[in-house]
T-cell receptor, first 117, second 114 residues
């Protein structure tokens, strides 16, 4: 069964450093997402991406965050200058359908745990 | 604003027994979808079951079924004949039709006792 793959599985970084989290969505999917889960808290939407541009973003997704699909297969989340509160599990997801054709059933990756020291 | 509430942080069930996980949500929309996702210790969230709000019939997937009460804004998950492999964190999620932003609950950790 097709999977969404994420790398790295765990990254430790110093506050203020740049971090790039990588995702390979399912190949025929059109929509891509990043969610995050701070330890012990709910999964929160960060951003959705379609046709090489952001389609929706949350208030969490400020100027420190950016997303990119650099080569047609990878989908990356960059945090420019990490803060302690960015420590979380970051989940990538993808879906095949347009929103207008019904619910986007998301396929999630296994997550990338980011620890900011 | 839409919210999803899971009031049971943790539940236990004996193997082969039935357990029900609760979820309530709040929305002013009429066209939306509800989901249960399972997150086993390997961390990858897996879709368990989906319910379209316009459908009155409760969704079922093998041992998993939902009790969808639209007026009460309740969406509980029933797991029948529980198996050890059902042990996981279960998340209830809502998405308004036409958007991509899932709203998740805080999750219920299910333990299955042998």
């Amino acid at each position: 069964e097709p999977e969404v793959t994420q790398t790295p599985s765990h990254q430790v970084t110093q506050m203020g450093q740049e971090v790039i989290l990588r995702c390979v969505p399912i190949s025929n999917h059109l929509y891509f997402y990043w969610y995050r889960q701070i330890l012990g808290q709910k999964v929160e939407f960060l951003v959705s991406f379609y046709n090489n541009e952001i389609s929706e973003k949350s208030e969490i997704f400020d100027d420190q965050f950016s997303v990119e699909r650099p080569d047609g297969s990878n989908f990356t989340l960059k945090i420019r200058s990490t803060k302690l509160e960015d420590s979380a599990m970051y989940f990538c997801a993808s879906s095949p359908f347009t929103a207008s054709s019904g619910a986007n059933v998301l396929t999630f990756g296994a997550g990338s745990r980011l620890t900011v020291l | 604003a839409q919210t999803v509430t899971q009031s049971q942080p943790e539940m236990s069930v004996q193997e082969a027994e039935t357990v029900t996980l609760s979820c309530t949500y709040d929305t002013s929309e009429s066209d939306y979808y509800l989901f249960w996702y399972k997150q086993p210790p390997s961390r990858q969230m897996i879709l368990v079951i989906r319910q379209e709000a316009y459908k009155q019939q409760n969704a079922t997937e093998n041992r998993f079924s939902v009790n969808f009460q639209k007026a009460a804004k309740s969406f509980s998950l029933k797991i029948s004949d529980s198996q050890l492999g059902d042990a996981a964190m279960y998340f209830c999620a809502y998405v308004f039709s036409g958007t991509y932003k899932y709203i998740f609950g805080t999750g219920t950790r299910l333990k299955v006792l042998a």
